[in-house]
């Protein structure tokens, strides 16, 4: 089954469907209220994040394991995770919450 890449208004969903019409509806379901703006068959069925992209290196910490034990000790409250994140780091409101909601994504 393909690979389906889908971005709407607030979201960047990616899905496997049978084909781009499966694909559309896994947004209208899950988002009734948003438009599809861009619709893409990806070329291979892995998807990559890249962590440098949402400047998530940093060779003095690894971001993904400390994220995910503030995950862990706020039981997956997302608001204490970040207050968490930024004590244990040091890091800026900004820097925190893109790592917190990028290791609640992957499934912490």
């Known amino acids: ?3 389906f ?5 607030a979201h960047i969903i990616i899905s496997w469907a049978t084909d781009e ?4 509806a896994v947004v209208h379901e899950a988002y009734p209220g948003e438009e599809i703006k861009r619709l893409t068959r990806r070329p291979r ?5 890249s962590k440098s992209a949402l400047g998530l290196t940093d060779s003095r910490v690894d971001p ?9 000790r ?11 994140y930024m004590h244990e780091t040091g890091d800026d409101l900004d820097r925190a919450r893109k790592v917190i909601e990028s290791n609640m994504v992957m499934g912490w």
């Open 21 to 24: 019409q499966a694909a559309q």
């Open 45 to 49: 069925d892995t998807w990559v994040i």
């Open 1 to 3: 089954m393909p690979l």
């Open 5 to 9: 890449e889908i971005e709407t208004s």
């Open 74 to 84: 706020a039981s997956g409250d997302k608001v204490h995770a970040i207050r968490l």
């Open 64 to 72: 993904c394991s400390t994220a995910r034990e503030c995950l862990a």
